[in-house]
Nanobody, 115 residues
Framework: QVQLVESGGGLVQAGGSLRLSCAAS????????MGWYRQAPGKQRELVAA???????NYADSVKGRFTISRDNAKNTVYLQMNSLKPEDTAVYYC?????????WGQGTQVTVSS
């Protein structure tokens, strides 16, 4: 059984910063890609950023230059540093991990950016 536990969400003013963390635990041999997705009310879940086990990264155009994804393979943890936050970044943020042929998801953490 694999669990992903997210932390770091909250309420911040526009222009502020937050750092999300997601730790994977359980029966893990190795984790392939890890990523962050978000879902705003009434919208589909979308990819925010992803990082491979080798450190290659991919970002949504809307967050390029503002968000940075990183991971600590020894700790099975992925991070999302979010700077220059905008009200449109408000959403529930979900952590994702590809382990073997399966996708695992965290429970989600709310990020609210006030104008």
């Amino acid at each position: 059984q694999v669990q992903l536990v997210e932390s770091g969400g909250g309420l911040v003013q526009a222009g502020g910063s937050l750092r999300l963390s997601c730790a994977a635990s359980g029966s893990i041999f190795s984790i392939n890609a890890m990523g962050w997705y978000r879902q705003a009310p009434g919208k589909q879940r979308e990819l925010v950023a992803a990082i491979t086990s080798g450190g290659s990264t991919n970002y949504a155009d809307s967050v390029k230059g503002r968000f940075t994804i990183s991971r600590d393979n020894a700790k099975n943890t992925v991070y999302l540093q979010m700077n220059s936050l905008k009200p449109e970044d408000t959403a529930v943020y979900y952590c994702n991990a590809e382990i073997g042929d399966l996708d695992y998801w965290g429970q989600g953490t709310q990020v609210t950016v006030s104008s």
